[in-house]
């Protein structure tokens, strides 16, 4: 395992996320096929595709939740291929999920405050925040950047899944993340919702980079400068957005003849 110096030595000029021949096979069935792909520091991209395609299951390759069968995983220059996902979280990468992961019983301040303590050094204190703790200072500044300010002291059980959605986002920006994956974020929520989520998504700091997986065309064409096609578990095409959606085949494939330009 590398140093924290070698880290940072590596990271200066490597890309963010780097894949190469990643495969990931289900007993006989190959959810991933020699699946390579390079995203620089503080790129969004877009990873789309119909169901069954291999989204998320390269997501969960790159998180460690399910480690490739073979092919290599690179984070900023260092080989996570075999770490486990709290190794990869350390380093500073976040994931968001379909199904939401939130404690309802809690305030969204306070759900925000334990993932700013969970990713710090003093994570296992037993000792109650100050009113000055920097972190709740920090769950705060996030509380407002996915624009939750006046829910902060809600349960988050009372929330509406298009706010639950949006917390979700705050968790992942805890602790200084300098990559995230974000698992359909749009899904379920209503026109007003998503047009909230697209300026929440195209506000976030221009160094923390991003890979959507999303079904909502409208949104995802809208955050990213590039995206990848994917079809039954490989790559199928590559562009930036206007590529993508002019693309014969794409429109063939995925959106349909009658697909209208954004």
Do not use: W
Not at 6 to 21: H, K, Y
Not at 161 to 174: D, F, K, M, P
Not at 176 to 181: T, W, Y
Not at 246 to 257: A, F, H, T
């Amino acid at each position: 395992m590398q140093s924290a110096a070698e880290r940072l030595s590596a990271a200066g000029t490597a890309n963010a996320l780097e894949l190469r021949g990643v495969s990931r096979l289900f007993g006989a069935l190959a959810a991933l096929s020699d699946v390579t792909m390079s995203v620089k520091p503080g790129e969004r991209r877009a990873v789309l595709g119909s169901n069954g395609a291999g989204k998320t299951t390269l997501f969960n390759c790159v998180t460690g939740d399910f480690p490739p069968t073979s092919g290599t995983v690179r984070f900023f220059g260092e080989d996570v291929t075999h770490f486990p996902p709290h190794e990869r979280i350390r380093r500073g990468l976040r994931r968001t999920y379909q199904i939401s992961q939130l404690f309802g019983g809690l305030s969204v301040v306070d759900n925000v405050y334990l993932a700013c303590r969970g990713v710090s050094r003093g994570r296992f204190s037993l000792i109650r925040p100050r009113r000055n703790d920097a972190l709740m200072q920090s769950a705060l500044d996030l509380v407002n950047a996915v624009h939750l300010t006046d829910f902060k002291d809600m349960l988050v059980s009372e929330l509406s899944y298009g706010q639950q959605r949006q917390l979700e986002i705050a968790l992942a920006l805890s602790g200084a993340p300098r990559f995230i994956l974000f698992d359909e974020p749009a899904a379920g929520l209503s026109p007003t919702e998503r047009s909230e989520l697209i300026e929440i998504l195209t506000s976030m700091p221009a160094h923390i980079g991003y890979i959507i997986i999303e079904h909502d065309m409208d949104v995802a064409l809208r955050v990213v400068e590039s995206v990848t096609m994917m079809h039954n578990g490989a790559i199928f095409k590559e562009g930036n957005p206007a590529e993508i959606e002019s693309d014969p085949e794409v429109q063939e494939l995925y959106l349909g003849g009658g697909h209208v330009r954004l």
